[in-house]
């Protein structure tokens, strides 16, 4: 039995049919019924017009748009734990990231993110 069901637009705004309230909803993330907004851990996100209300301070060092996420390319990068983008289609890269370029794991693309981390000095953000 479907108690609610969830449809979402591609900004993730959403709409609901049925009489169950879950508040965890699109990209595993708290969505504030009251306010309107999706809450991702450090600022708020808009999903009614695909915009960020605060800045991304990772970001802010070397982009112009201080409210984007991933560069705006959401459909081909991720941003795992908000500290830098990995894009996860298409080929790799031969560089020190990629140990072996055909190797096309998914989890490789993970890795290649713990490892920018780590030589950024940023790994001890990763274990709480």
């Not at 069901?5 to 169950?20: F, I, L, Q, W």
């Not at 595993?28 to 991702?40: A, F, M, W």
């Not at 991720?78 to 298409?90: A, K, N, Q």
């Not at 560089?95 to 998914?106: C, G, I, K, L």
């Amino acid at each position: 039995t479907i108690l609610t069901a969830y449809t979402y637009t591609p900004y993730g705004a959403v709409t609901a049919s049925g009489n169950v309230t879950q508040p965890i909803q699109w990209s595993s993330e708290y969505n504030d019924s009251e306010l309107g907004l999706v809450y991702y851990n450090y600022r708020h996100y808009n999903p009614a017009d695909g915009r960020w209300t605060g800045r991304d301070l990772v970001e802010m060092r070397s982009m112009s748009n201080l409210f984007s996420y991933v560069q705006n390319r959401s459909v081909i990068s991720v941003d795992y734990i908000g500290l830098d983008t990995v894009v996860i289609i298409g080929s790799p890269s031969l560089s020190r990231d990629y140990p072996d370029p055909h190797d096309v794991n998914p989890w490789n693309f993970l890795n290649v993110g713990l490892r920018r981390a780590q030589r950024k000095k940023m790994l001890e953000c990763l274990f709480w």
